[in-house]
């Protein structure tokens, strides 16, 4: 798959189990062309959607090819472009191309079959982290993407807190200095803007109450404004920080002693 940060597709050899086992995986990045690519599809025409979504196919076969190991099935969730949690989700990345170029069945549009079964439609996750961590109480699951989520295994309540690093991101990348604020520098070097990241924090997206998803199209890149800098960065940190916190601690249950952190973008 590839995440809302549309940094690279990450392929996985998984035994299912149990015990469930991680046996291989890695990361194809995508060059700064792609990247740029993929994020200007929410705005593409139906012709553009429709070429980078066999392009992507390509991509996605690719990658799949690079694991060593034999594999039966390929689960591909694919690149999201469009998520209306619980009204419609679009993924590109066809399927039907990842299936002929490896000659393996191909399992798709995960997050279309659960919209058409009354859910969000994101995250996906909370099945992969019960299966993997158990039903503890004491563990919370949190994976910072462009989007963040959490898992609760022992109650099977996920939902996405808030953005992650998309917003980080798009600022970087206004300000002309990359793609991402490698090891957070841009953030500690600027001033945090508490009047801008108490407006932020009163959408009414951190006060609803979960199950929930979002993505870029609520938290798009028109909230970093034209001119963002490093206080921008700082104030954009500190937002996702403490969202992820308030998510946490409004619905964690109780005897919470751990939160496994892991993410990417």
């Not at 690149?79 to 399992?107: C, D, F, M, Y």
């Not at 079959?113 to 995250?123: L, T």
């Not at 490698?182 to 951190?206: C, E, I, Q």
């Amino acid at each position: 798959m590839s995440g809302t940060s549309a940094d690279g597709i990450t392929a996985t050899l998984m035994e299912t189990g149990p015990p469930m086992r991680i046996l291989e995986h890695h990361t194809r990045p995508f060059s700064a062309r792609s990247r740029l690519r993929i994020l200007a599809l929410r705005d593409a025409s139906v012709s553009e959607i429709s070429s980078a979504n066999f392009w992507l196919g390509e991509e996605f076969a690719r990658a799949a090819a690079k694991i060593k190991g034999r594999f039966d099935l390929i689960g591909s969730h694919g690149q999201t472009i469009w998520h209306e949690p619980g009204r419609s989700t679009l993924q590109i990345g066809e399927p039907g191309v990842i299936a002929e170029k490896t000659g393996v069945t191909v399992v798709a549009d995960f997050r279309p079959a659960d919209i058409a079964a009354g859910g969000e439609g994101a995250p996906l996750v909370p099945y992969f982290d019960r299966a993997f961590f158990g039903r503890s109480r004491k563990k919370a699951i949190l994976n910072i993407g462009g989007i963040a989520n959490v898992t609760f295994p022992s109650t099977g309540l996920a939902f996405d807190t808030g953005p992650g690093n998309c917003l980080i991101d798009d600022a970087v990348r206004r300000m002309g200095k990359g793609f991402y604020d490698k090891n957070g520098k841009m953030a500690r070097t600027g001033s945090v803007d508490r009047a801008l990241l108490k407006k932020w924090k009163a959408h009414p997206y951190f006060r609803k109450k979960p199950p929930k998803s979002t993505g870029r199209e609520l938290f798009s890149p028109e909230w970093v404004g034209k001119n963002p800098d490093e206080g921008t960065v700082a104030t954009l940190t500190l937002l996702t920080a403490e969202t992820i916190a308030r998510a946490i601690e409004k619905s964690a249950p109780e005897g919470l002693k751990e939160v496994v952190v892991s993410g990417g973008g």
